[in-house]
């Protein structure tokens, strides 16, 4: 069955500081990713997405993922965090040849401290 | 500005109502998802509509619960008889899929719902 990891549920850090919150991924067939970003009481709203190409992906707010097909992740980075990208971050796969399917790691709570 | 418009924002209801939420996808989007968020379960797939036919309910009890597109500027999720276990916030999202092709999907802003 596919299945969408994201490895840590918490993630304090400083501001300016790096960030890395992991994805790992299962499937037997292609994939589509994407990272969303939901602030408290909103909705979830698109950060940036893999779907073919170029395996290092920019998204809005400054943030990058990567895709490894041989490590099956998708980790999403940030060289410096701000406030306010205090944040819930999803991590989500649509399986290529499957309806379009949208399926939803558990989120990781990122906390940025001053 | 094109958005996922889903009423009511917010509802309280006693057991054992019927609950109905709406949800306006995106114009031109032929796909539309119903989720539902939890602290336990995280976000959790209940439907899914292509063209307005139902691609994959499994996520969702079917005893209960029921979705339907009556047209394409509508799709609505029915909770009957409710239960407390169904607080959540219940999202909807409409994509626009051709294929395989992989866009986004866009998110409204939920539908919190509580059952006391």
């Known amino acids: 069955a596919q299945s969408v990891t994201q490895l840590d549920s918490q993630v304090p850090v400083f501001e300016e500081a790096p960030v890395e919150l992991r994805c790992n991924y299962s499937s037997s067939v292609s994939v589509y990713l994407f990272w969303y970003v939901q602030y408290p009481n909103q909705g979830l709203q698109l950060l940036l997405k893999?779907?073919?190409?170029?395996?290092l992906v920019k998204g809005i707010n400054g943030f990058e993922a990567e895709f490894n097909k041989s490590q099956t992740s998708f980790h999403l980075r940030k060289p410096s965090v701000h406030i306010s990208d205090t944040a819930e971050y999803f991590c989500a796969v649509t399986l290529y040849n499957q309806g379009g399917k949208l399926i939803f790691g558990q989120g990781t709570e990122l906390s940025v401290k001053p | 500005d094109a958005r996922v418009t889903q009423t009511p924002r917010h509802k309280v209801t006693e057991m054992g109502q019927e609950v109905t939420m709406r949800c306006q996808p995106i114009l031109g989007h032929n796909t539309v998802f119903w989720y539902r968020q939890t602290m336990m379960q995280g976000l959790e797939l209940l439907a899914y509509?292509?063209?307005?036919?139902?691609?994959?309910d499994s996520g969702m009890p079917k005893d209960r619960f029921s979705a339907e597109m009556p047209d394409a500027t509508l799709a609505t999720l029915k909770i009957q008889p409710s239960e407390p276990r169904d607080s959540a916030v219940y999202f909807c999202a409409s994509a626009r899929r051709t294929g395989d092709s992989g866009t986004e999907a866009f998110f409204g802003q939920g539908t919190r719902l509580t059952v006391v």
């Open positions: 509509f292509r063209n307005r036919a139902p691609l994959d």
């Open positions: 893999y779907l073919s190409g170029s395996t």
